[in-house]
Nanobody, 125 residues
Framework: QVQLVESGGGLVQAGDSLRLSCAAS????????MGWFRQASGKEREFVAA????????YYAASVKGRFAISRSNAKNTVYLQMSSLKPEDTAVYLC??????????????????WGQGTQVTVSS
């Protein structure tokens, strides 16, 4: 069973940067994709970014493309989300997810099997 632990969230001002980390353990070989989702208060869970372990192919939501960058460390079984030029609308709980989604479903939360508890990112004006 895969376990995911996020860290790195916090309170920042618009324009600042943050790096989120997601440490995975417990049989990550059973997953092929690690992703980041976010859920703002009162809104549905939203896809942010994902990376395939095998070939490093990355995927980004249009709302964050050019501002966020996802990367991985095989040695540490850790995925990172580097966030820059943060906006108030980026405020949300950010959740790490792992699974084996097909490419067309890479942005679908229901295709991920394992989830972390989330880390809060708050961006003030």
């Amino acid at each position: 069973q895969v376990q995911l632990v996020e860290s790195g969230g916090g309170l920042v001002q618009a324009g600042d940067s943050l790096r989120l980390s997601c440490a995975a353990s417990g049989g990550t070989e059973s997953t092929s994709v690690m992703g980041w989702f976010r859920q703002a208060s009162g809104k549905e869970r939203e896809f942010v970014a994902a990376v395939r372990w095998s070939d490093r192919i990355t995927y980004y939501a249009a709302s964050v493309k050019g501002r966020f960058a996802i990367s991985r460390s095989n040695a540490k079984n850790t995925v990172y989300l580097q966030m820059s030029s943060l906006k108030p609308e980026d405020t949300a709980v950010y959740l790490c997810a792992a699974g084996r989604p097909n490419s067309p479903d890479i942005a679908s939360a229901l295709r991920y099997d394992y989830w972390g508890q989330g880390t809060q990112v708050t961006v003030s004006s």
